[in-house]
């Protein structure tokens, strides 16, 4: 009877495990391609980026550029990873440009193979949903950040332990030293408990450690992902090293998340009797300081794995993408490119060769959105590989932009100011002799008409020497005229018919020419006198233009 419903109770935990095993393949296969439905703690996202000395590569993306081109909103559409830390490196990678050749063939192998096998791919993301918890975010605290030092008074916390082991020894031999190791306890629980504030930073983290070194491990067995780091098993061996002493932060952590309160307890008890705590702690992290090279490495293995999925499930969900044809040329060549973060996109295509690109239309009409389309594309086309477009060709660039500015009241800086200070740095940056791109809207659109053209003017002419590429848009119709032996002029625009405004966001060459800003104000039942005398105002304007020979004939309908 009683063996029956032993292995009746056995019976049920197995089809209960059976099941959640079952429940998790569907959900990972039926989830490639799609979103992700998670919310996004950036501070810890970030992390890894902000504390990582990035000087090597390339370019660094800027906060001034990812905040100009929605980079929050980007990420959150690309990110497909399975754990905290492929999120972390993937975030890193996204904000660094670096062009290695070698290693995009590889990443494009271990892709086709993870896009064609999903089996493979379901054990792999498995895998790396055991790193999917919070404390996963402080793995790179570990190898990023000073770790704590021991109190000069350190010595005194091993004499205490020592001391308590003595008196308990003892103790069966005179009952005396009971009472020296009671008293020695009380002392001791001071000082377990003033560590505490130290061990609750490394409590999450370190356990997530040995998770990940023991998935990195495991990773190294199969032979697809071998290439990425030959050398990471000398990381994985080094850090086994202090495995043991590191297994004690798992016990505690399982122990507080099962609520095991006796185990808990007696554990407790045995940590102050000997001071283990302190003692474990400070040992651990004098050996893991020296192992923060080894730590990056297993972290960045795992990390890189978990972002080629997350690419690969990108790929699965696109209607249309490409990999980029990066060349020396100074062209960029774009066949339907689209904005990623736009739902059924309108796709453009365009050449920047020669000259660069002036885009003139009216708000809504789709001129910032496209200029965003094609830095957005450049960055994932040098970080990731993959572009939104039929087609597209591009040099290694560097991505630079002035699009949303706004008054930094902290710093007592108007809209006009930060501007200045913005484009400024583009000035400079474009005599360094790179490749940049640069894009701007509405350039110098805080100031008044006449010093907005003529700083606008002198600015976008500086900017096209030396190669680089600039698209910027402008209202400033007088700006074509001028600058139209540099730029190649292009417009978006819109159709007006009796009650409503239509946008097709299509591209087109040439320089704006109906302009009907006031026709909507009209539409909008605006009061006729109000309607009538801008008008007018605009008529008697385009007249002294054509006068002065400053623009074309372009008349208001």
Known sequence: MIKDIIFQIKYTFSQIKFNRKKELNQRLKESFGKLKDDSFDFDSIEKYFRNKDNSNTYQVLSDKTCNDLDFDDLFMFLDRTNSKVGQQYFYNHLRTIKLNEKQT?????????????????????????????KDAYYINTLFQEEHLNPPKWFFVIKL?????????????????????????????????????????????????????????????????????????????????????????????????GEFEIIAWFVFEIFKTMFLLEPLLLFGVLKRLNTKRGDIESVFKFVGHIDMLISIASLRKGLEMYCLPIINDEDKIIAKDISHPLIFNCTPNSIEIAEKSILLTGSNMSGKTSFIRAIGLNVITGLTINTCFAKSITFPLLKVFSAIRISDDLMNDKSYYFEEVLTIKEMLKESENGNKNLFLLDEIFKGTNTVERISAGKSILSALTKNNNKILVSTHDIELTDMLSSEYELYHFSETVNDKTVGFDYKLKGGKLKNRNAIRILEINDYPKEVVKEAIEIAKALDKTYLEKNTIGNNLYK
């Open 105 to 133: 063939k590889l990443n494009e192998e271990i892709l086709t193979e993870l896009s064609k096998n999903p089996e493979l791919r379901i054990s792999v993301q498995k895998k790396l949903e055991k790193l999917n918890h």
């Open 160 to 256: 205490l332990s020592f001391a308590n082991l003595m008196s308990l020894i003892l103790g069966f031999f005179n009952p005396i030293f009971f009472i020296v190791l009671l008293g020695i306890f009380c002392v001791n629980f001071v000082l377990h408990y003033w560590n505490k504030n130290n061990l609750v930073q490394y409590v999450g983290s370190i356990p997530q450690l040995l998770r990940l070194n023991n998935i990195a491990s495991y990773f190294f067995t199969i032979p697809l992902f071998k290439k990425i780091n030959p050398d990471l098993p000398k990381s994985v061996k080094l850090i086994n090293d202090v495995k043991n002493r590191m297994s004690f932060f798992s016990l505690e952590a399982k122990l507080q």
